[in-house]
């Protein structure tokens, strides 16, 4: 920084003297003129006017206090960014103070001198070093992370900033020009004129200027001083080119507007408190600015206020939408702005707030990343995003666009839109036209400017890459050690080659990850200098080599495309870690590669690099330098990061031993450990200046002393010294500086440039002699000298070169800018680094250099940066000489173009090499372990063997001297202490594992819970067992419960408990549903027993009724015969149709018709209106959904069902075939080896048709799975704590356990076993068919017996075949049925997917229906309850009018009885009507009165009256004669009482009818309004109904957007073009044949349809006609039948009679009625008492039954007495002979003897029952039960009796069987 400020003193500041200042004429106005436009209409741009002018004629140190002032003047701005300008008094002030000048401007043809304002370097004074001493050469860099860094002034000339120049490249010659910043500060922003008439320079320092250059001239134009205190960030002019707007950075973010052609300020203001990247003119009202930046924008008025012109600036706020930085917007003609999102999406602002958030269809972003640019072409919007597509919208329904729900998106789709290329982030874009065309340039942030087409036409062209360059940050460089070439490299994962005599790019090279180190080979490895090794992040060093192609032979078809080719010739992985550093030795004999992952590998230099070997170092690799050839020894200096230094020899190939690892443990090393000594050396200088200070003091203090001595005035004693400040203590940084660069400077010493607090400094260290046994951590190395640098406390030296002969020193800094230090003796002291030359060529912010070198000649310097630039310099040569100079690309090797590609490492995660190395040595050792261990295994083998041969003996010996196993065994203590030991373990260890065991089990559960339990079908694949062919279950999880009523489905492990289930269910819904029916039937049966009982009735009540019945019957028919006539001539007059009738059945065939003829208008047709049951919402979709998927779930588990049931199958296939083998094997065991079927294969299950036993296990699965994961963990803590080899990341294989081993041993010991059985069974054998020879009888059986054991082989066999071919024919037939279910799947999935987007759609349009619905609802119901309410008060006026017309019915009467009781001629019969008509209390009721008349309609109403009331005008004019309280004399009593009766009765009803006439005007008064509130309502639904269907309408068409897949095969597309299938199936429809079918026979039917109406109407029209004459004969016959019946009734009745009351007249029919019933209740007494008298002799009937039975039970009881008698004779009689018997019979004779005592006993017991019996009967009041016998009973023999108990009924057969009978019963 400090170099910029004496560049600014030396070189732009301007001169003190007025004649050394640049003149320009000046024009003077009068005072007399008009204020000039603008803000000079005010007294505050006049006096900014002034200040300018005034400005220009002041010192360079007045012109800061003017500055100063005005800031001073303007720190009031707000937070909103209010205009804050000079007070009004300072303004008068300023005024009254200088009346006399006079406003000036400047002169439009003023330029000021390029040469005098633009930077130049620095040079120390009186060093002698030539300005010019490097000058600028060629730019090949581009810093394209700018956000704008490219102009277009013209369509051949490109500008971008390029450091701290402006560089204008002419697109066809290829050359450069430049502008050099003003500073050095380096530049901000560059904006074009909208004339292209000038360029404006927003620069970046202290105070930093804004220049406007004249274009094409480049002369300075216009500097604007004061805009801002650090930075300009962006800068915009307005339509008319008058005004400038700029906005500075950090600390201000000031906006400023400016009069730049008079070098003014206008307005300015705060922008925001945070970062701010962009401000532009409204393109229609230049009164209008917006601004943008981190989290905001804003939008600002240049509004005129009583005080003056204001900026005024309202902060747009994001409401719901997430805030978010905006890079791109646009003003819009309407006044609203369209700015960009981080996400992508597009804001609509309108009002500072966001009006709408637009992304595209199915709300995805309109752009995948941030939107860096937005622009208005032509009437359409186009939008640049980062992601490399540029999208053109359109702007009027954006500009129209509004929210339609909570969310405030709405989703919009780009008219058009153009994908510049992969890997593509565009920033900005310009215009420019190009032959009458317009054409874009593209800045792409990958480091790319592009050429663009956006006419969106049939002939536009593709986007085209003009220029490529490195993307952000270059990392490494080098040149060429024997041409003029460069090599770069950076994270943009390409190399690239530059000629920098020619300022072209030759070639480049891309790789998988980024380059971060790169050194060209030495002319010692490769005198054509052709080699290049470059790292890269992944730790992978290439070694590539360039070559000019034209050295090869041209092969058939290649052409030469490229000066130079790049080759890749040998890759290899030493490091983990990205390659910081690359070293070739001095002999070219080694390579040192350095990472960040602490190592340094060294590879023997050779046509192919052999690693040597790595050391570790105790921090991350920053340089690495090998010793230069003038030390005696070849040692390599390695600086880490982290302060360390280290110093190693060479090591030698031969010496290191490779064969395990690659890292060098023996290698000799020396430590350096940097101690932060700055802290001090700054104590020490203050100390210094300290001592300093008190010296002049006590000096100046001695001279005065001795001037008063010799003045002779006394010298008073000195004051107290005051005390001194205390020294700040040292300060040693917790984090050590960071090592940027360093370099040897003598063998064993070193220079070192460091970073961060220690900067400022070059330190000189060196190497301690006896430093081998000391920690590296634990040293704290100081350097035994410090040379300070100046200026670079902050700005610390970043990179160091010198040139070939070591007279220069090349040092690049941190602010980008190149020192040069001139040395003359050839070696680095304090002295010789004071003087130098400085120049700032890359950005001052972060442009720090990261190459610096010169070419291999001296003649040139080239730098490159973190802001992506490549320089080039001329180092004090003329470029006339360079025009000679011609680089030389190296030409190729032989045979290159033989070779084969070489294969490269593309796998960021590929072993590197000494993870290799230890990947093979571990294989090795665990080989060398296999085959120690295959030893040891036949070692026990054989030992086994001999073990079994032993025993085989043992069991050879007699059994007296055959061993026992116990005996084999040494000592059975050690067994048993062995078994105990082991049982104590295991009890430890699962004391141990208690907590870890439960918590795997519940780890488990929640798996199986999440994973295994949701899963009703897991994926079962059934293999076929001859073929390949297979069939796999579907994968299904169960479904929810809204699906389904039941908690717990049943899954496919539930089959059979599902099945159990149902059929117990169904059991029991069977039994429960029998019941009722049985108990149905009973109470039917009972109920006709019931009826049957009461159907008797007498034949004379039946009479007497019937004929009542006819009587009434008759008189009902006449009177219903007289009311449907009535009702018929009603209901005939009713069902009259009016002339706008229409036939209710037509009208609903039409109806019918209209909604089945089928509408088949186009959904996308203007004219289609949804039909109301086809209007679909979210709640039907979501059922249509539900519905879809339950189908889809249950066809899958049938088909899941099937494929188990087949599973089933096979399973009980392969269990017969394994029976049937198993009998075959048995059969051919009798058969020859010969004769012998081979076996057939016993199929097996595949582990995926049984996937359920994954999850089954035991302890022995359990011990494997764990010892598999402890040897994986202790190789994994092998690998990771080893620092050569880290841990890999693939396993190796791993030996098998201990229980593998045993298992395997067994295996291999127990086949010997088997084997020496077999030989001792088949010597068996052999001995035994050598014992006996067979017979002829026996070699008969044995040939029967092979025949039948043939036949039974050939039958398994074909039976095993028929199985085995069944089952798979089963297979085959379900796959083919599952392939069709597939395939109804896969649809029905589409199906789904369409019905779910059509779902979204609907979700997003709900709300909106919801709403439109909810009002057409509310004014259906509004219209309902008033018409309801209408109908009610129709009603009610109707019964109004009722009760009015019989009040005035009422009144009538009155007055016709009145009427009757005067009689004729009556005297009084005046008097009497006036008193009956007199008014009383009648004017209460006169207004409601005439309101009642004027709403009555009836006229014979209203005519009554009106004679009404003529009476009472009549009568009235005597009221007052008259007295109506006295009877007059001669006048009955009676009748005047009567009158005044009849008249109170008269006005009760007049009250009453007024008051109905009143009820009914309110009715009407109501109903009216109400009447007009429906027609309002009525409008109201008709406009929302309309509304509604709008949207529906609007909602099909979203709807119609969506695709929907129909698979249709070839015949069945019918759309063909001139007999060709069309590639545009657009047009076509999709229709099912059934539909089309239907619709060409509906044409047909149409057809005959029509003709069939038409003479159906010409029937109709027939017809009519004939009832018109009908009807005309009907009237004229009964007008003549009506005059018969009237001269006909009057000849007979002498007058007209009632026919209807006449027939009305019967009988009384009351009086028959009860003349009937009480006949009939005599009748029912009677045959009550019959009853009873049947009932009582029924029961003496029974009764004499019952006693004839029970004398025949005793008859019955007494035979059996006499039988019992005789049997005990013969009994006694029998025993007497049982002696003679035999023992034998003895047995029987007992049972029998028993089975008689039991006889007896159960004879005894009937007995006591009858007897019982006997004693019941013999009672009076004994009662009987008597049970129908059982039906087995009714078919017994006529030999059997019966016996009546109480409570049972005894059956006895004859007396054999009687015992046993009655053993049973009882």
């Not at 633009?118 to 070093?129: A, H, L, N, Y």
């Not at 979501?1182 to 899941?1200: D, G, P, T, Y």
């Not at 047995?1787 to 028993?1794: D, K, Q, Y």
Request: glycine share 4%; hydrophobic share 35%.
């Amino acid at each position: 920084m400090a170099d910029e400020g004496k560049n600014t003193k030396n070189s732009s500041s301007p001169p003190t003297g007025e004649e050394d200042m640049p003149s320009f004429p000046m024009e003077q106005e009068g005072t007399d003129e008009e204020p000039a436009e603008g803000a000079q209409a005010d007294h505050s741009g006049a006096q900014e006017s002034k200040t300018s002018l005034r400005k220009e004629f002041l010192t360079a140190e007045q012109q800061e206090e003017e500055v100063e002032q005005v800031e001073t003047d303007t720190e009031g701005i707000d937070a909103e960014g209010d205009l804050q300008e000079q007070d009004n008094s300072e303004i008068h002030s300023e005024t009254q103070r200088r009346p006399e000048e006079v406003e000036k401007k400047i002169s439009e043809t003023f330029f000021y001198n390029y040469e005098d304002i633009c930077s130049q370097p620095f040079v120390t004074e009186g060093s002698g070093i030539p300005i010019n001493l490097i000058t600028l050469k060629h730019s090949f860099g581009y810093d394209c992370t700018r956000s704008v860094n490219l102009l277009l002034m013209d369509s051949q000339t490109l500008l971008y900033i390029a450091g701290n120049q402006v560089v204008l490249l002419d697109q066809k010659t290829k050359s450069q020009s430049y502008v050099r910043s003003s500073s050095g500060g380096g530049i901000g922003f560059i904006v074009a004129h909208p004339m292209k008439q000038y360029f404006a320079v927003g620069e970046k320092g202290k105070k930093p200027n804004l220049i406007i250059y004249d274009y094409p001239s480049l002369r300075p134009y216009r500097i604007l001083q004061g805009g801002t205190e650090e930075a300009y960030v962006f800068g915009d002019f307005n339509r008319s080119g008058t005004l400038l707007a700029s906005v500075g950075s950090s600390p201000d973010y000031m906006l400023t507007i400016w009069d730049w052609k008079q070098e003014k300020i206008v307005l300015r203001s705060k922008a925001f408190s945070q970062d701010v990247y962009k401000v532009t003119f409204s393109a229609d009202n230049e009164e209008q600015l917006t601004t943008s930046g981190a989290g905001h924008i804003r939008f600002w008025k240049m509004a005129l206020t009583f005080t003056g012109l204001k900026l005024q600036g309202a902060l747009g706020r994001f409401g719901k939408t997430a805030a978010t930085d905006i890079i791109g917007y646009v003003e819009l003609p309407d006044g609203k702005v369209i700015s960009g999102t981080e996400w992508g999406n597009l804001l609509l602002w309108e009002g500072g707030l966001i009006k709408v958030e637009l992304c595209r269809t199915g709300r995805k972003h309109c752009h995948s990343g941030p939107v860096s640019q937005v622009v208005l072409e032509e009437g359409e919007l186009v939008t640049v995003g980062k992601d490399g597509f540029i999208r053109l919208w359109n702007l009027e329904r954006i500009d129209d666009a509004d929210s339609v729900d909570d969310t405030g998106l709405l989703e919009v789709e780009p008219m058009n839109e153009l994908q510049v290329g992969r890997n593509v982030s565009l920033s900005f874009m310009l215009k420019v036209h190009e032959c009458g065309q317009p054409v874009w340039y593209a800045q792409d942030t990958n480091g790319a400017i592009w050429k663009l087409d956006l006419t969106f036409s049939n002939m536009t062209r593709d986007p085209e890459c003009l220029y490529t360059f490195h993307s952000g940050r270059i990392e490494d460089m080098s040149v060429s050690p024997v041409t003029y070439l460069i090599a770069t490299t950076a994270l943009d994962r390409s190399v690239r080659i530059y000629d920098f005599i020619s300022n072209s790019q030759l070639s480049e090279i891309k790789f998988k990850q980024g380059g971060t180190a790169l050194m060209w080979a030495p002319r010692v490895v490769n005198p054509k200098g052709g080699l290049i090794a470059v790292g890269f992040e992944d730790g992978v060093v290439r070694i590539i080599e360039v070559y000019d192609p034209k050295g090869l032979p041209i092969l058939a078809g290649q052409t030469k495309t490229h000066n130079a080719e790049i080759n890749l010739k040998q890759a290899f992985k030493p490091h983990t870690t990205a390659v910081t550093a690359l070293a070739y030795e001095q002999n070219g004999d080694v390579l040192a590669t350095g990472s960040k992952d602490k190592t340094v590998f060294f590879f023997a230099v050779g046509d192919v690099y052999k690693p040597i070997g790595f050391i570790c170092v105790p921090g991350p690799v920053q340089v690495l330098q090998w010793s230069p050839p003038s030390h005696v020894k070849s040692t390599l200096l390695i600086l880490c990061e982290n302060g360390f230094v280290l110093q190693v020899p060479a090591p030698l190939p031969e010496e290191q031993d490779t064969a395990s690892t690659y890292q060098i443990k023996n290698l000799p090393t020396q430590y350096f450990h940097f101690y932060s000594i700055k802290s001090r050396i700054k104590l020490e200088e203050e100390i210094a200046l300290r001592e300093k200070k008190n010296q002049e003091k006590e000096k100046a203090k001695l001279e005065w002393i001795k001037k008063q001595q010799e003045m002779g005035k006394d010298i008073e004693e000195p004051e107290e010294k005051p005390e001194e400040e205390p020294l700040p203590p040292l300060y040693i940084p917790e984090e050590p500086s960071p090592i940027l660069c360093g370099f040897y400077s003598a063998p064993g010493k070193f220079l070192l440039s460091l970073g961060g607090y220690d900067s400022g400094f070059l330190y000189h260290c060196e190497f301690s002699s006896n430093d081998q046994q000391d920690d590296p951590e634990n040293r704290q190395d100081e350097p035994f000298e410090v040379i300070p640098i100046e200026d670079t406390d902050s700005n610390p030296i970043h990179q160091i070169s010198f040139s070939t002969s070591r007279l220069l020193m090349f040092c690049g800094m941190q602010n980008g800018s190149v020192r040069v230090y001139p040395l003359q003796e050839k070696d680095l002291s304090v002295n010789t680094l004071k003087e130098y030359w400085s120049f700032n060529v890359h950005d001052n912010d972060y442009g720090q250099i990261q190459g610096i070198c010169c070419s291999y000649d001296d003649r040139f310097l080239i730098t490159c940066g973190g802001d992506g630039n490549i320089f080039t310099f001329n180092i004090l040569s003329p470029e006339d000489v360079h025009k000679e100079l011609k680089s030389k690309i190296p030409s190729p090797r032989s045979g290159l173009e033989k070779e084969k590609a070489t294969e490269d490492i593309e796998d960021p995660n590929a072993y590197n090499i000494e993870e290799v190395k230890q990947k093979k040595e571990y294989e090795r050792i665990m080989k060398e372990a296999e085959e120690k261990k295959r030893k040891k295994r036949e070692e026990l083998i054989a030992l086994r063997h001999e073990f079994l041969f032993l025993l085989q003996k043992n069991q050879e010996l007699p059994k007296h001297m055959q061993l026992h196993r116990e005996q084999y065994e040494m000592d059975r203590r050690i067994f048993e202490e062995l078994n105990r030991q082991t049982a104590q373990r295991i009890q430890l260890v699962q004391k141990e594992l208690a907590w870890e065991h439960e918590k795997h089990l519940l780890g488990l559960q929640k798996l199986q819970n999440q994973f295994r339990d949701s899963l009703e079908f897991d994926t079962v694949v059934v293999h076929a067992i001859q073929s390949n062919h297979q069939i796999s279950t579907y994968r299904l999880l169960a479904m929810s419960e809204k699906y389904y009523q039941d908690k717990e489905r049943p899954s496919w492990k539930r089959t059979v408990l599902e099945k159990a289930w149902k059929q117990a269910e169904e059991e029991k819904i069977v039994t429960e549903t029998g019941i009722p029916d049985a108990r149905i039937f009973e109470g039917e049966a009972e109920k006709t027993k019931t009826s049957e009982v009461r159907k008797p009735t007498t034949r004379y009540i039946e009479n007497k009724r019937e004929q009542i019945r006819r009587i009434v019957e008759k008189a009902d028919k006449m009177e219903a015969k007289i009311m449907k006539r009535k009702a018929e001539w009603d209901e005939l007059y009713n069902n009259k149709p009016s002339d706008d009738y229409e036939n209710p059945k037509d009208a609903e065939d039409i109806r019918e018709a209209q909604e089945n003829m089928g509408c088949y208008k186009l959904k996308t047709a203007t004219n289609y209106r949804v039909p109301e049951h086809k209007r679909m919402n979210t709640e039907k979709k979501v059922m249509q959904l539900k519905s879809l998927e339950a189908l889809i779930h249950k066809r899958k588990v049938n088909m899941n069902k099937e494929i188990m049931s087949l599973r089933d199958l096979k399973v009980s296939t392969i269990d017969e075939i394994r029976c049937l083998v198993q009998e075959l094997k048995s059969v051919q065991a009798a058969l020859d080896l010969s004769e012998r079927l081979p076996l057939p294969l016993i199929p097996q299950l595949h582990p995926d048709e049984v996937p359920e036993k994954k999850f089954e296990y035991d302890s022995d699965i359990l011990l494997k799975f764990k010892e598999e994961q402890e040897a994986k963990g202790k190789l994994q803590e092998q690998l990771e704590g080893s620092p050569s080899s880290h841990a890999f990341r693939h396993g190796f294989p791993q030996a098998p356990s201990i229980k593998e081993a045993d298992l395997m041993a067994q295996a291999a010991g127990a086949h010997p076993m088997r084997a020496a059985s077999s030989v001792v069974t088949e010597q068996q054998n052999v001995f035994e068919i050598e014992k006996a020879e067979p017979m002829e009888m026996e070699l008969e059986i044995l040939k029967r017996e092979k025949i039948k054991n043939l036949y039974l082989q050939d039958t398994l066999v074909k039976k095993i075949n028929a199985l085995v071919i069944n089952f798979d024919a089963e297979l085959r037939f379900l796959r083919h049925k599952k392939l069709k279910l597939d395939v109804q799947m896969k649809s029905a999935d589409l199906c789904y997917i369409t019905w779910y987007e059509e779902l979204l759609i609907l979700k997003n349009l709900e709300k909106h229906e919801n709403l439109l619905q909810e009002c057409v609802n509310t004014l259906i119901s509004e219209q309902e309850a008033i018409q309801s309410k209408l109908n009610s008060y129709l009603a009610q006026m109707e019964d109004r009018k009722c009760e009015i017309a019989k009040l005035q019915e009422c009144e009538k009467a009155l007055y016709a009885n009145f009427q009757a009781s005067l009689g004729e001629n009556n005297e009084f019969a005046r008097f009497l009507t006036k008193v009956l008509k007199k008014k009383i209390k009648c004017m209460e009721n006169k207004e409601v009165g005439r309101e009642a008349d004027e709403e009555d309609e009836n006229e014979e109403e209203n005519d009554e009256e009106a004679s009404l009331g003529t009476d009472k005008e009549n009568s009235g004019s005597e009221d007052e004669v008259f007295d109506d309280s006295v009877c007059p004399k001669n006048c009955n009593e009676a009748l005047f009482q009567n009158t005044i009766q009849l008249r109170q009765k008269r006005l009760d009803i007049e009250k009453a009818l007024t008051e109905e006439k009143k009820a009914a005007a309110s009715l009407r008064k109501k109903y009216n309004a109400l009447a007009k509130k429906a027609e309002v309502v009525e409008t109201s639904l008709d406009t929302a109904d309309r509304e509604l269907e709008t949207f529906q309408w609007e909602k099909q068409q979203k709807m119609n957007d969506l695709y929907v897949v129909v698979p249709l095969k070839l015949h069945q597309v019918e759309y063909l073009v001139n007999g060709e299938m069309p590639s545009d199936f657009s047009q076509a429809l999709v229709f099912t044949n059934q539909s089309l079918e239907y619709l060409q026979k509906r044409i047909v039917d149409l057809h005959n349809e029509k003709i069939m109406q038409r003479e159906i109407y010409k029937a109709a029209q027939e017809h009519h006609k004939q009832l018109v004459q009908d009807t005309k004969e009907m009237e004229i016959k009964i007008q003549r039948l009506e005059e018969k019946c009237n001269y006909l009734m009057t000849k007979k009745f002498g007058r007209l009679v009632d026919f209807e009351a006449v027939q009305a007249h019967s009988v009384n029919i009351r009086m028959e009625e009860l003349k009937v019933q009480i006949m009939e209740k005599e009748y029912m007494h009677s045959q009550e008492l019959k009853e009873w008298e049947e009932r009582i002799l029924d029961l003496q009937q029974k009764l004499m039954k019952l006693t004839k039975e029970n004398t025949s039970k005793l008859q019955q009881l007494n035979s059996f007495c006499l039988e019992k008698q005789q049997l005990e004779t013969k009994l006694a009689s029998l025993e007497n002979d049982l002696v003679l018997f035999w023992p034998v019979l003895l047995g029987s004779r007992i049972s029998g003897h028993l089975n008689y005592c039991h006889e007896r006993e159960g004879q005894a017991g009937v007995v006591a029952l009858l007897r019982e019996e006997i004693k019941l009967l013999r009672r009076k009041d004994g009662s009987l039960f008597l049970q129908p016998s059982s039906p087995q009973d009714s078919d017994t023999s006529t030999e059997t009796f019966s016996f009546l108990a109480p409570a049972m009924v005894v059956t006895v057969s004859p007396l054999e069987d009687s015992h046993e009978w009655l053993f049973e019963k009882l």
